[in-house]
């Protein structure tokens, strides 16, 4: 290519040295650190002091073509001067002024790491006549665009420009970067800081220049670079540096645990699992999987609370011979404890105190509530009372998950013992913790008992009753047949607003039934229809049992005519007719059940056969 009249035959790079060659003899021009000329002084920067400029232009013409034979070595003046106040670049611009005796044009500003400079990168020198000119003039055209070569130049050849300028633009669009700096360990602490000031774009363009110049980023640069790529939304580079890691052996468990994580919160924890997959199915790269890799992949199905995958990941980290921490145990047992999987989170704990390792208060609350609810309430205290000694306060959930498993036992003691201790901690108890002491004081038949402390919950301003409380008062009511106070809390349950329920008349209406006040629970039983309650076989059993026992026969025969044929229904009405002396309304009873296809029961059928005539049951045997 002839660009230049001056009698230099070649410009090279060649060991450190950018070297301006005659045929004759070699002159060297600069001495200058890295890949490039530097005129920064804290970079390594050297002037042009050693390049006699006036002698230049009385050199004799000839042709300055540009190749490059060496791994190093690249065709073109290095890329990359620094802009400072000095004698350096004028003496640059002063030396292409006299090479080309026209006026310097085409440089690029740039910014590099935050420093202003201007690019000679890939330098293309071509004469060109300017337009609308009445002179011969001529500039020389200087392209920004950066061109990396890790292997031998081919020698630039002036006929086929396009290969070269293509792997030019090529190298730009990729990100790749002109490196001025060739030591790894620098280069690693460029990447690292960006990372860490959130430039991602810049810690991976220069990541990208590493790899293509055969250099080796370390481990952490690599994984601080995917920290921040992550961090900014960029997760189809970061799996491109992971993929370019895994290839140079670069990985470790926090590597992997960055990328499972987010790919599950971007794309799914499907993929996570395909990834985690290839991994573990991968001999070499199995060696690297850690314990954090499996915490991680725990973690993801914890958060979507998928139990079944979370226990697989468990089984394949006992079958590798991995030994779980104390992170791994409490997201397992939060987990199986969460999705009610109780003996999941039972096993899991017990290997963990196996192992040696002590649970932390999340872990001994989610194992209170799996021993609570599986009934273990002996091994719950026990729990309970590790977390006191170890000066651990339980939670008001473990505290109330203690009391209900307390209440259920018929431990009623012990269940206010734990009320006391969760007052002590500074838990305020709520609805949850009163509901479940009204039904330990049920089951232990303590029903007076139950109302009295509803009566101090009642009394208690800042506490709104529920549907569950007054539900298990009007149990106790039911129990002891106190139906005026049973009506009397169902006209507090409906002056509140809440919804009543058809279990909340049948616990009246059973009140009735045991006090022996049918005309109470009929009563009952008509408002529950006004207010657009069906009522079920329960409510229709007790009003016929209170029915019955009043004497009242019309509105028993009722109930059975406007209700649904239910064998069940039948045989109470049969029962208590015979009980009370009515056989004949008990035949006929009896005759229409059979008619309807209603099977009766054992004892209506004895009931039943006690009462036929003597002849009647003579006459039977025989035939």
């Not at 890949?35 to 232009?57: K, T, W, Y």
């Not at 194992?367 to 273990?376: C, D, M, P, V, W």
Request: hydrophobic share 40%; charged share 20%; with cysteine.
């Amino acid at each position: 290519m002839q660009v230049l009249k001056d009698r230099f035959s070649s410009i090279r790079e060649l060991g450190g040295y950018c070297l301006l060659r005659d045929r004759t003899d070699m002159q060297v021009i600069e001495r200058f650190s890295g890949r490039s000329i530097l005129v920064d002084r804290e970079l390594g920067a050297v002037f042009m002091q050693a390049c006699h400029l006036p002698n230049l232009s009385d050199r004799p013409s000839s042709s300055l073509e540009t190749s490059a034979n060496f791994p190093r070595a690249i065709s073109t003046i290095p890329s990359k001067f620094q802009v400072v106040r000095n004698s350096c670049l004028m003496r640059l611009l002063y030396l292409v002024e006299q090479l080309c005796s026209n006026l310097v044009t085409g440089f690029e500003q740039c910014t590099l790491f935050g420093i202003a400079q201007l690019k000679l990168s890939t330098i293309l020198f071509r004469f060109k006549k300017k337009e609308n000119s009445t002179k011969d003039v001529y500039k020389l055209e200087l392209s920004g665009k950066d061109c990396l070569m890790n292997s031998y130049a081919e020698k630039f050849d002036t006929n086929q420009p396009s290969s070269f300028l293509e792997e030019t633009k090529s190298s730009v669009e990729n990100g790749i970067l002109y490196l001025e700096e060739m030591d790894e360990e620098v280069l690693s602490k460029r990447i690292l800081k960006l990372s860490r000031v959130n430039k991602p774009k810049s810690a991976l363009a220069i990541y990208k220049s590493m790899i293509f110049s055969g250099l080796k980023p370390d481990l952490h640069a690599c994984n601080s670079l995917l920290s921040s790529l992550l961090r900014n939304g960029m997760l189809d580079n970061a799996l491109k540096v992971f993929n370019s890691m895994k290839a140079s052996e670069l990985t470790t468990g926090h590597t992997y645990s960055l990328i499972l994580k987010a790919v599950a919160d971007a794309r799914g924890y499907d993929t996570a699992i395909n990834i985690f997959g290839e991994l573990i199915s991968s001999r070499n790269l199995r060696e690297h999987i850690d314990i954090v890799v499996y915490n991680t992949m725990i973690s993801i199905f914890a958060k979507a609370n998928n139990w079944y995958q979370a226990q697989k990941i468990w089984k394949i980290m006992q079958d590798n011979g991995q030994v779980g921490t104390t992170v791994t145990y409490r997201l397992l047992i939060c987990t199986f404890a969460r999705c009610g999987q109780n003996e999941l989170a039972i096993d899991a704990y017990s290997e963990m105190i196996h192992n040696g390792l002590s649970p932390e208060s999340d872990t001994m609350h989610a194992i209170i509530g799996a021993y609570s609810r599986e009934g273990k309430y002996d091994s719950a205290l026990n729990v309970l009372q590790c977390m006191l000694d170890s000066e651990l306060n339980p939670n008001a959930k473990a505290c109330n998950a203690m009391i209900n498993s307390l209440g259920k036992a018929g431990k009623v003691k012990l269940a206010f013992e734990v009320y006391d201790l969760m007052k002590s901690l500074g838990h305020a108890p709520d609805v949850y913790t009163w509901n479940s002491l009204l039904n330990a004081l049920n089951r232990a038949n303590r029903y007076c008992d139950a109302i009295q402390l509803f009566e101090r919950i009642r009394n208690i301003q800042s506490f709104i009753l529920n549907m569950h409380i007054y539900d298990t008062v009007l149990t106790s009511c039911h129990r002891l047949g106190l139906w005026d106070k049973a009506i009397q809390v169902l006209w507090q349950i409906e002056a509140s607003e809440l919804p009543v329920s058809t279990a909340s008349y049948n616990q009246v209406i059973g009140a009735c039934e045991v006090a022996r006040r049918p005309k109470v629970a009929l009563q009952v039983y008509y408002r529950m229809v006004r207010q657009k309650h069906s009522p079920d076989i329960f409510t229709l059993l007790s009003l016929m049992r209170v029915c019955i026992w009043g004497s009242l026969w019309n509105e028993a025969m009722e109930i059975l005519k406007f209700s649904e044929p239910d064998g069940s229904l039948y045989n109470a009405a049969i029962q208590g007719m015979c009980l009370t002396g009515k056989l004949d309304l008990a035949k006929n009873l009896y005759t229409e059940m059979r008619e309807r296809g209603l099977q009766p029961d054992g004892k209506t059928r004895a009931m039943m056969l006690q009462n036929l005539p003597k002849d009647s049951r003579r006459n039977r045997k025989r035939r």
